[in-house]
């Protein structure tokens, strides 16, 4: 690559390093709860949220490299971009019947979420006129739920529940020409998962009888790919579309204790001996899709759409945790449809130095009525969102973003072996307050002449 410039690594990489060890520190304090459907984590942008995500993967800033490699280049020289989002839930779980309320189980979960920090980090460096260099560090999948009243009904079936995941992404980004960029990058993610349920006596109140409760904990990393296009066709207009692979995971730890999910696996001993059980899992988690769209109408207002498709259908009916033997000693539910997000944004230039925008978004949930479980009540949910971007110095800027997310209330009805165990409806609504700081540290390359 005779086009690199060593004068710029040498006068820049010190920075460039120091930035990009920070914004990794940072991410890796990630404690996810999931905003996207099922348990995927949307909160991977500041900038993009005050709009509703719409226009994420049309380029524009270095965070549409979650959607979009070939947004590695959506900056010259060396750039920096940490993201932060505080998302406050207010969700409950009501059990209106089945036999665990009979057994004496209290109805009220209370709240199942506690206010969580998302951050998320994006370093990029210009390595020629044409070609880029990108780090995305997110954290793409992730939940944790838990009820307030550890009495509640369906404690049985699911107590605390958490999946974490934390994704480095690397991209090159390679101009074609000055209207087209294309991109490609590698996934490599850590994930783990943790399940576990309180105990039941089917005979009376919880108890530590026949069923003490269990705990599944594994963990793996796993590899994908990603890849994007934008494209300009003319001043004004960017159009991007970005590709997510699946992600093959293969979870290895403990499986110990034994809870209904154990007896819904077939295996009613569960793992209730000294020490637990190895297992392993395997996980398909799925691919993404996102096309969007830049358009600016004048010099103060631009609009935005985004269109973004997963593919939650291939990750299986079900999870299941097996031991040495291959045996099926748990499950954990799944059976998702695919989901689908669609948004729409507006920006105004309100000065040269401050910029304001707001959107909306409607989300299908993959979670579908005769599949919902204590352990994720997702449902489909709007988006309202607003923000603010304003230039602090001709080299750093920051974007606030604040959304409220109308979450739809969702019916739970759990059966197991013909018995129905709870019938339960989720509600609530969710708060997110995000803040962003960019920095440009130099170090530009000339840019390309456009075609005459």
Request: with cysteine; hydrophobic share 40%.
């Amino acid at each position: 690559m005779g086009g690199i410039k060593m004068h710029i690594l040498s006068r820049k990489g010190l920075r460039f390093g120091v930035g990009a060890a920070t914004l990794f520190g940072a991410s890796l304090a990630a404690i996810t709860a999931a905003q996207a459907g099922a348990f995927a984590v949307r909160e991977q942008s500041a900038y993009f949220q005050g709009m509703a995500f719409a226009g994420a993967a049309a380029g524009d800033a270095l965070s549409s490299m979650f959607w979009n490699s070939a947004a590695a280049a959506a900056a010259p020289g060396i750039n920096s971009e940490t993201h932060i989002s505080l998302v406050v839930p207010q969700s409950n779980i009501e059990a209106t019947g089945g036999a665990l309320v009979s057994l004496g189980f209290g109805r009220d979960s209370g709240d199942i979420g506690d206010p969580t920090a998302v951050p998320a980090s994006y370093v990029n460096y210009q390595l020629s006129d044409r070609l880029y260099f990108g780090l995305a560090t997110n954290s793409q999948f992730g939940f944790t739920t838990k009820p307030d009243n550890l009495n509640f009904a369906g404690t049985p079936i699911a107590t605390t529940s958490e999946i974490f995941s934390i994704n480095f992404n690397p991209n090159l980004a390679y101009k074609l020409t000055p209207e087209l960029t294309v991109g490609v990058g590698a996934q490599i993610m850590y994930a783990s998962v943790r399940l576990r349920s309180s105990a039941v006596d089917l005979n009376g109140p919880a108890a530590g009888g026949a069923f003490p409760g269990r705990t599944d904990d594994v963990d793996d990393w796993a590899f994908g790919a990603t890849a994007g296009v934008i494209w300009q066709p003319a001043p004004g207009t960017s159009i991007g579309v970005g590709y997510r692979s699946a992600i093959e995971v293969t979870g290895e730890g403990t499986c110990t204790g034994a809870g209904l999910s154990n007896l819904a696996a077939g295996a009613p001993g569960g793992c209730a001996v000294p020490g637990g059980v190895n297992v392993s899992s395997e996980l398909t988690l799925p691919d993404m899709v996102t096309g969007s769209i830049r358009q600016r109408l004048d010099d103060r207002f631009t609009l935005l759409g985004t269109v973004e498709w997963t593919n939650w259908s291939r990750v299986g009916e079900k999870a299941e945790f097996k031991n040495d033997a291959g045996q099926v000693v748990d499950v954990f539910p799944l059976g998702y449809d695919d989901g689908w997000f669609f948004s729409a944004g507006l920006e105004y230039a309100w000065t040269p130095d401050t910029t304001l925008r707001m959107g909306l978004g409607y989300e299908l949930s993959p979670i579908s009525d005769d599949i919902r479980n204590v352990s994720l009540p997702d449902n489909d949910r709007v988006w309202l969102s607003f923000g603010a971007s304003t230039k602090l110095t001709d080299n750093a800027s920051i974007d606030l973003a604040y959304t409220h997310l109308f979450v739809k209330d969702a019916p739970i009805e759990t059966v197991s072996s013909g018995t129905t165990l709870l019938v339960a409806e989720s509600s609530g609504d969710i708060d997110i307050i995000s803040a962003s700081f960019k920095y440009h540290w130099g170090g530009a390359e000339p840019e390309l002449e456009p075609l005459k």
